[in-house]
């Protein structure tokens, strides 16, 4: 509590009381450390590109730049980490655009097929340079939602991405939209590692990895599921995901049909 204390005085300036406020401020508190905690997380992954590329750098400057191959494989670690640091700045951007509600959701009919189906095409050279079988399967005709195209072409890309990084080479992934009263259901299922139990109520977290080195060496920013939940939450929607170790993960959204 903060306490808040004013003098009360009588007509002869005589102090008869006092008027004490008190103010509840776990709330504040709990926001100020999620806060600095967030911070400390954001500058911690800015970081270690940061060091990384300087690094490289410094050692190309101090000589190994005369050894042309050296050079070649120093300058694609320094390409690699600057990607990194785009996505992940990209990837606050778009977090803190909709949590500020700065980005405006333009609600308007929309074609989960049409948003799948483009994503899907987007992912055609990773999905062949892993030889994945990948099977879309929905109702047809399919009901239209109201949502803002861009925002869920980025929920499919995040959960599509996923799947992909995370599933081995000649894996299977099963994209399925289901009608269920006034919603559908679409879920992203793969045949990869598969994710712990006791994790699964944390992957929508920011920067919650369950193999930190494993998700950097994708390239991963550990923003991609929160992102998710946030864009499905601000369309009245939600996720969930289920998963077992060496068997796959399904991860699922919901969307109010019109
Ligand atoms: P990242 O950029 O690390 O992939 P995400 O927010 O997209 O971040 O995911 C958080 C974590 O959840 C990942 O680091 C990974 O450990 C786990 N994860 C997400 N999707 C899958 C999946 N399809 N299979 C296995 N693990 C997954």
């Not at 483009?118 to 009901?143: A, C, D, R, T």
């Not at 864009?231 to 959204?253: A, C, L, N, P, Q």
Request: hydrophobic share 40%; aromatic share 6%.
């Amino acid at each position: 509590f903060r306490v808040h204390a004013v003098p009360r005085k009588d007509h002869h300036e005589r102090i008869e009381g006092a008027i004490v406020v008190f103010h509840d401020v776990t709330d504040a508190r709990n926001f100020d450390q999620i806060r600095s905690a967030f911070v400390g997380n954001v500058s911690h992954e800015l970081r270690t590109p940061l060091t990384s590329i300087k690094g490289f750098v410094e050692t190309l400057l101090d000589g190994a730049m005369e050894n042309s191959d050296t050079c070649r494989r120093f300058l694609s670690i320094i390409d690699t980490e600057t990607n990194r640091l785009t996505r992940l700045i990209e990837d606050l951007l778009t977090l803190s655009s909709i949590e500020s509600q700065e980005r405006i959701v333009y609600l308007k009919p929309a074609c989960l097929l049409r948003s799948i189906r483009n994503v899907m095409n987007m992912f055609g050279p990773q999905i062949s340079e892993k030889s994945l079988h990948v099977e879309f399967i929905h109702p047809y005709p399919m009901p239209l939602i109201q949502a803002d195209e861009d925002l869920l072409g980025q929920v499919f890309i995040n959960l599509l991405d996923n799947a992909i990084k995370y599933t081995p080479r000649q894996g299977k992934i099963v994209i399925q939209c289901q009608r269920r009263d006034s919603r559908i259901i679409t879920t992203v299922k793969d045949s990869g590692m598969g994710i712990p139990h006791e994790s699964l109520p944390r992957v929508f977290e920011r920067f919650y990895r369950v193999d930190k080195a494993r998700s950097r060496q994708q390239g991963g920013t550990g923003l991609g599921l929160s992102i998710v939940k946030h864009i499905v939450e601000s369309h009245g929607g939600e996720v969930f995901v289920d998963s077992e170790i060496g068997k796959g993960s399904t991860f699922g959204v919901s969307f109010l049909v019109i």
